[in-house]
Structure formats: structure tokens, C-alpha cells
């Protein structure tokens, strides 16, 4: 279903593509360099798949919050952290419609014996005024597709 939803999610950005008059601009992701050789990865996947080019800047997530928030042109916000996540929201900047959970985080602290820790989540959003708006929306689902889980395992992260 998720590969069905997303073929023709991306079929539709294509049409637009064609029909609209001028080229759409490079998606541009910022994320955490802590992603950066999956993301490296997934980004060439992605763009063999839907012929859109995907720029990244990657740095640390709270300087990479704090760009959007005064103003750098972005699509798509991917922190190592759900509290950089909520200093975009707060200033309602992300579409939280479209924002999902990518990767899971580990603890910071072994949990207490006979303690379950609570699943801690790190998410990708598409900012609300995204220039590529329904490329970042391929993009967000491309996240969850099995080619980019299978980059993000090989780098070592754990996938929900």
C-alpha cells in the first residue's frame, strides 16, 4: 500500500512538473550530519527513482532549526532530535500533517532494571511553506520505503 501510495505520489509531482512553466528548483533537505552517509545514499536512490535532485546541507540540528527559523529556504527538516523538531514547530514552521517518524533513538541511559524504556522517536517533516512542496512530500515517504530503511540499516540505525 505505502509503495502504491507512493508511485503515485510521485506520478502526480511529475504531471505537475510538466505542466507547470518552469523547472521545479533542487528539494533541499536539512538534516543532521549525524544521517549523512545513509542520507547520502537515499538521496541518490531517490533521485534515480523520481529524476528530482536533492541538495542537503547537514550540520548540527539545532543551528540547522534555528536557519529556518529565520528564513533559510528549505523542504524537508530531518533532526537527530525530536526537541530540534519541536523549535520548528513551536514557531509553526513544519506541516504537522506531514511529519513521520524515521528512526528510532536510542537511550540515553540504560533503562533501571525491570524498567521498559520508553521508544524514543527521531521524525522528518516537511516545512509549511517547503518551495517543493510535493517533492518533499515523495521525499517524506521515501523515508519509510524499503530501499531507504535498508540504507539506514546498513549505517546502523534502528528503524520503527
Not at 533537505?29 to 549525524?34: G, I, K, M, N, P
Not at 523520481?50 to 536557519?67: H, P, R
Not at 527559523?69 to 506541516?95: W, Y
Not at 519509510?144 to 534502528?158: D, K, V
Request: aromatic share 8%; no cysteine.
Amino acid at each position: 500500500m505505502k509503495n502504491r501510495f507512493f508511485f503515485i505520489l510521485v506520478s502526480l509531482v511529475l504531471l505537475a512538473g510538466t505542466v507547470g512553466a518552469a523547472a521545479a528548483e533542487e528539494l533541499r533537505v536539512f538534516a543532521s550530519r549525524d544521517f549523512q552517509p545513509a542520507l547520502g545514499e537515499i538521496t541518490r536512490l531517490f533521485a534515480q527513482q523520481t529524476g528530482f535532485e536533492v541538495g542537503t546541507t547537514s550540520g548540527n540540528s539545532t543551528a540547522l532549526a534555528e536557519k529556518i527559523i529565520r528564513g533559510a529556504k528549505a523542504d524537508v527538516f530531518f533532526p537527530a532530535t525530536e526537541s530540534d523538531m519541536q523549535l520548528v514547530v513551536e514557531k509553526g514552521l513544519v506541516d504537522v500533517a506531514l511529519k513521520r517518524n524515521v528512526l528510532v533513538v536510542p537511550p540515553s541511559e540504560p533503562p533501571e532494571e525491570g524498567e521498559t524504556p520508553e521508544i524514543q522517536y527521531t521524525s522528518a517533516a516537511v516545512l509549511r511553506d517547503a518551495p517543493n512542496r510535493l517533492q518533499a512530500m515523495a521525499f517524506l515517504e521515501f523515508l519509510a520505503s524499503e530501499p531507504a530503511r535498508e540504507a539506514f540499516a546498513r549505517q546502523g540505525f534502528a528503524l520503527p
